[in-house]
Antibody, heavy 120, light 102 residues
């Protein structure tokens, strides 16, 4: 199970920070990846990036947000995080965390979604 | 960058009939394609992974096929709870197909 938390309103140019709490699995599992996906009426469903552990930690990011997005984790709290800097109204969306299984693109568990509005 | 195109955008089907949804990917992805169902106010739900494997708990009326660049999701004998939006993912998400009641 994945439980999301974070603010619903962020000011333009600020940083959006979201947390995903994991239960029933380990963030350090070496057979899954931990992913952030967002959805908006204008952009549809958009894969943002993921973090995963295979002897060491790796992160991959979508080209559209690379340079602004950081996804990392806290093994002691079994959580992973999204930090998106320099947000604009275009970043307004529902943000989801999800688990990706071994076969690429297999998002088998999802968080409940966090609606985020970027507005002054 | 991979482009994923779904068709049709909207499919009107009567309960009990079959729905056939298409997903085309701009370059070959072997069978690395998944299908998701989304209802209003809910997160997407995994239906099919690796093009043709049903996820846990998904009824047998859902089936997936295809490889390379062309994929199909078939829903046999539509139930009332099947009317929803369906997305495919093959590196990026498609734009979705809304299956509505005819």
């Amino acid at each position: 199970q994945l439980q999301q938390s974070g603010p619903g309103l962020v000011r333009p140019s600020q940083t959006l920070s979201l947390t995903c709490d994991i239960s029933g699995d380990r963030v350090s599992s070496n057979v899954v990846a931990w992913t952030w996906i967002r959805q908006s009426p204008s952009r549809g469903l958009e894969w943002l990036g993921k973090t995963y552990f295979k002897s060491k930690w790796y992160s991959d990011y979508a080209a559209a947000v690379k340079g602004r997005l950081t996804i990392n984790s806290d093994t002691s709290k079994n959580q992973f995080f999204l930090q998106l800097t320099s947000v604009t109204p275009e970043d307004t969306a529902v943000y989801y965390c999800a688990r990706e299984r071994a076969v690429a693109g297999t998002f088998d568990f999802w968080g409940q979604g966090t609606p985020v509005i970027v507005s002054s | 960058e991979i482009v994923v195109t779904q068709s049709p955008a909207t499919l009107s089907v009567s309960p009990g009939e079959r729905a056939t949804l298409s997903c085309r990917v701009s370059k070959s992805i072997s069978t690395y394609l998944a299908w998701y169902q989304q209802k209003p106010g809910q997160a997407p739900r995994l239906l099919i992974y690796n093009a043709s494997n049903r996820a846990t708990g998904i009824p047998a009326r859902f089936s997936g096929s295809g490889s390379g660049t062309d994929f199909t999701l078939t829903i046999n004998s539509l139930e009332p709870e099947d009317f929803a939006v369906y997305y495919c993912f093959g590196g990026t998400f498609g734009g979705g197909t809304k299956v509505e009641i005819k």
